[in-house]
């Protein structure tokens, strides 16, 4: 999902020190999929064994993520990998300042309230709608450790998990708009699934 208050956070390899050097050498941002990719419609499979290539890829969409400049979190199936894997960076919100998230098999456990929001996407560019999610959420997930964690969640970040647990099932946040409001976007939703763009 994006959010256009963020600045770019993406650093050239070249510029970094320091001991997390190698492992962004060793890794390279990943090809996003975009509207209409039948990938994005695929229900992701759950994650039995977080291996060093799980953690791979979570890393790599961090870099995929922080290389969009503006994104706030991804869904492995956005990158055309099925695993149920999301990565959320909101970093500040209301005056608080929150760490990269990195999240297998999410679950969510509890939604309540109601909130309203615009929202975007990576896979959708250009397109945003006003967006109706529960307002405060309890997820649960395994993290890049390997440790079961729970999150309490309100405002943008659960927003942003809501909307990332619903690419692992192959949904979009315009499913979640009026079929009026979603006609209007048809000229932009077909510009974006017919775009050419490099293999
Ligand atoms: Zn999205």
Redesign the pocket.
């Known amino acids: ?1 994006p959010n256009r208050k963020r600045k770019p956070k993406n650093t050239p390899a070249s510029d970094v020190s320091g001991e997390d050097d190698v492992v962004l050498r060793e890794t390279a941002p990943l090809q996003l999929r975009y509207y209409g990719d039948p990938v994005l419609r695929k229900r992701a499979e759950p994650v039995v064994d977080i291996t060093e290539a799980e953690r791979q890829i979570a890393v790599q969409m961090l870099e995929t993520l922080y290389a969009t400049g503006n994104g706030i ?3 492995a199936t ?1 990158v055309g990998v099925l695993k149920r894997l999301i990565i959320v960076d909101i970093g500040e919100d209301d005056d608080e300042t929150y760490e990269p998230l990195v999240l297998f098999n999410p679950e969510i456990l509890s939604a309540e309230g109601e909130a309203f929001a615009d929202e975007g ?4 560019p250009d397109v945003t709608a006003e967006v109706k999610r529960a307002e405060k959420i309890v997820v649960e997930g395994i993290d890049v450790q390997s440790e079961f964690v729970r999150i309490e969640a309100d405002g943008l970040l659960a927003r942003v998990l809501l ?2 647990v619903d ?1 692992l099932n192959g949904v ?2 315009i499913d979640r708009i009026s079929g009026l409001k979603r006609q209007l976007l048809k000229d932009e939703l077909l510009r974006i699934q017919q775009a050419e763009r490099p293999a």
């Open positions: 999902m979190g991804l869904a956005q996407c990576l896979s959708i909307h990332e690419h979009l946040f």
